[in-house]
């Protein structure tokens, strides 16, 4: 039951460069998103979400993306510093009344390197 | 900044023995969740709390598992009869009572059934 997916498990982005991390989910119910940095031995760090009436959010160096026909979101990064590097979760909660625990992907793991 | 905190950082025990998780959400927040990691593995949802009682559990929270709020700082998760299968990372996270709060997680324990 893999309703939010990750494809690519890691990253490589040299210092001063856009990281691009992708995720794909598949329950047309999901309209939250969002997603976690998360260090090793640490607990998931929020940094962005996004709402399924926009398409594009931002904060500083982060900006989502969400294409809602397509069921497919984006993180971009940039510029990207070497403190970036961790593990990316995105994250997907369903618009009920009755739930809103989030369904997490895999992962990507982003290595920034100077 | 306020934060989750959660004790203990790690913890090991033998099968079949009870455990208890603790957890120390945002002050001013309502809602409280437990997720789990299991090594190598997405984050997983168990249970959500709001208003001393559950509001929603996964397939996962079987019978083994409960929640409790002793009091009105703490949130706890007891596991009965630990199995192997139980080693895992398990955070707790908390949020306010508005619309599309965002989750805020703690720094997790490392939970080790032998």
């Known amino acids: 039951d893999q309703q939010v997916k990750q494809n690519s498990p890691s990253l490589s982005v040299q210092e001063g460069r856009i990281s691009i991390l992708n995720c794909d989910y598949t329950n047309s119910m999901f309209d939250y998103f969002l997603w976690y940095k998360k260090y090793p031995a640490e607990g998931p760090t929020f940094l962005i979400s996004i709402s399924s009436i926009k398409d594009k959010n931002e904060d500083g160096r982060f900006t989502v993306f969400l294409n809602k026909s397509a069921k497919h979101l984006s993180l971009h990064i940039v510029p990207s510093q070497p403190g970036d590097s961790a593990v990316y979760f995105c994250a997907a909660s369903e618009g009920s009344y009755n739930t809103d625990k989030l369904i997490f992907g895999t992962g990507t793991r982003l290595q920034v390197f100077p | 900044e306020p934060e989750v905190t959660q004790t203990p950082s790690h913890q090991v025990t033998q099968m079949g023995q009870e455990v208890i998780l603790r957890c120390v959400p945002i002050?001013?927040?309502?809602?409280f969740y437990w997720y789990r990691q299991i090594l190598g593995q997405k984050v997983e949802f168990l249970v959500s709390f709001y208003n001393n009682e559950i509001s929603e559990k996964s397939e996962i929270f079987d019978d083994q598992f409960s929640v409790e709020r002793p009091d009105g700082s703490n949130f706890t998760l007891k596991i009965r009869s630990t199995k192997l299968e139980d080693s895992a990372m398990y955070f707790c996270a908390s949020r306010g009572t508005s619309y599309r709060e965002t989750q805020y997680f703690g720094p997790g324990t490392r939970l080790l059934v032998l």
């Open positions: 002050s001013n927040h309502l809602y």
